[in-house]
């Protein structure tokens, strides 16, 4: 356990913008997809740390809804890219106890990424050392609009009346529904927004911005993300007063610890 972030403090589930590969790879004066390779190589290492420090659930935005609309060269590039890593590294991920998961339009993929994802998925169902699911072809708003279309449709069937449709209806059609949301956010490469990341999943979570180029990112990067959430005081919408009584935040929300 690093010095600097307290055990009790340590995010159950942390959610990536893996930002800066295209730059990392320009600043070398080297094709992008050279970025992308050293970015999947910073995913590795990402994973190792969550591993060595009792990080339960991490979320990874490999690839968004918008990402399509890249140069059909770098979208290949990251195509083959994505099924080189689900080849190389299934194995010995679920070896180490890892429960693999997607979320997003997978039917955008070819045949043989979705067979990959598929297989990836039924064979790490049962590992619950680290759940770490991949966001590809993912966008927030395509989340709410497909738990939208869900609930729309069982209320059209009789399956749900419209008055019962609260928060908790909501969530449970949502992405990530099995897991807590996310405690804290991290982006890399500069840029301080949300991107259409789980728009709805993100609502308590703390956010945390860095300049580094996702390639970049190793423990100490992640030791500070982590030191800095371990001081931040989260309220859930009550007072500092009430929090600091130990006043127990809203159920949907758990423990912070
Ligand atoms: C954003 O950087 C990154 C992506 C669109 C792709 C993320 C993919 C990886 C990290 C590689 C492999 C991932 C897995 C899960 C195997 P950018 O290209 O937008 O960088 P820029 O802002 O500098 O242009």
Redesign the pocket.
Known sequence: MPSDASPARVPRHLAVI???????AERRRRP?VI??RA??R??QNCVDFCIEHGIHALT?F??SSE?WGRPEEEVGA?MK??LN?LEREVEELHRRGVRIRFIGQRERFGPAIRARMDAAEATTRANDVLHLT?AASYGGRWDIVDAARSLARDVAEGRVKAEEIDEAAFASRMALSDLPPPDLFIRT?GDVRVSNFLLWQLAYTELWFTET??PDVDAATLRQALADYAMRERRFGLTGAQVSASFPPPPDLGTDE
Do not use: K, T, Y
Not at 18 to 24: I, L, Q, T
């Open positions: 893996m930002d800066g590969n295209g730059r990392w992008r970025g992308h970015g999947a910073a995913v990874l490999a690839f990402n990251l890219l994505f890593a991949i490469g180029l996702w």
